[in-house]
């Protein structure tokens, strides 16, 4: 955990018009007026968003993402956003499989796992999100279904692209709840030996982030848990200053 430097992504959604734009400056300046920055720091805005993200951030330390992007490099895929449009805009990053695109897009394990793979050739360094319904963590299964998520949703090879992986338990997203810092540190235990059984020294290497309402509040306990390597943050991700905030608790 120590040796592993953090990365505090944000997630924006399908929120922010230009003048959104305005946040990112501001958190931009707040990060150049705190000095060295001890993590690194993702902002996700919506894919409109991401080319006037980049040029905002230029010359610190935010780096900008996408929030999916379609398995193929181009084609008849009306609406859908490739990789290589998400690098061409500015992203270095991508959000997969978040449990909002698995909930109103149908995403399957093996349909993250395909994006996963062009995210890859595209030269973008996904960040696969994985999480158990409430029910699911009611039965027992929680560590069975991130299990069988990860099993599907990972490619077979990484090459030297970083692993990272967010675990968001589905009803801690938006809701106020968070799981306990017990519950954050079995189940990243439980994924960094899926991680290190998978892929060995990468798998030792790889983020391990925690997302669902992670807050200013709670990020300091949450990031100091074994096996967390940072934050997948978003409603509190909007704001500047709220998001300057869980970064200094890193
Ligand atoms: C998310 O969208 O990935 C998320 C964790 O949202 P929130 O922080 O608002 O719970």
């Known amino acids: 955990n120590m040796a592993t430097r953090p990365l505090i992504a944000g997630n924006w959604k399908m929120n922010g018009t230009g003048a959104g734009i305005e946040e990112l400056a501001r958190l931009k300046t707040l990060l150049e007026e705190a000095g060295t920055v001890e993590s690194d720091i993702v902002v996700c805005p919506p894919a409109t968003l991401i080319h006037r993200a980049a040029q905002t951030v230029e010359g610190g330390p935010i780096r900008i993402g996408g929030q999916d992007c379609h398995s193929s490099v181009n084609g008849a895929h009306t609406g859908d956003i490739s990789a290589a449009m998400l690098l061409d805009a500015g992203a270095s990053h991508v959000i997969l499989g978040h449990s909002e695109r698995r909930a109103d897009h149908g995403e399957t394990d093996s ?27 009611g039965e027992g299964n929680a560590n069975q279904v991130v299990a069988e998520q990860l099993r599907g949703s990972l490619p077979e090879h990484f090459g030297n692209t970083p692993i990272v992986v967010a675990y968001e338990p589905i009803w801690a997203i ?3 709840k968070t799981a306990t810092p017990a519950d954050i540190e079995e189940m990243h235990g439980h994924i960094r030996e899926l ?18 309402s992670v807050k200013s509040d709670n990020a300091g306990t949450i990031l100091s848990t074994p096996n967390v390597n940072g934050a997948l943050v978003g409603g509190a991700s909007l704001k500047a200053n709220d998001f300057f905030s869980i970064i200094v608790a890193a």
């Open 111 to 137: 349909i993250v796992r395909s994006k996963c793979e062009a995210a890859l050739s595209g030269g973008l360094i996904p960040i696969v999100c994985v999480g158990e319904t409430e029910t699911e963590r």
């Open 174 to 176: 938006g809701t106020g």
């Open 195 to 212: 991680l290190i059984e998978r892929f060995g020294r990468s798998g030792e290497a790889a983020r391990l982030l925690y997302g669902g």
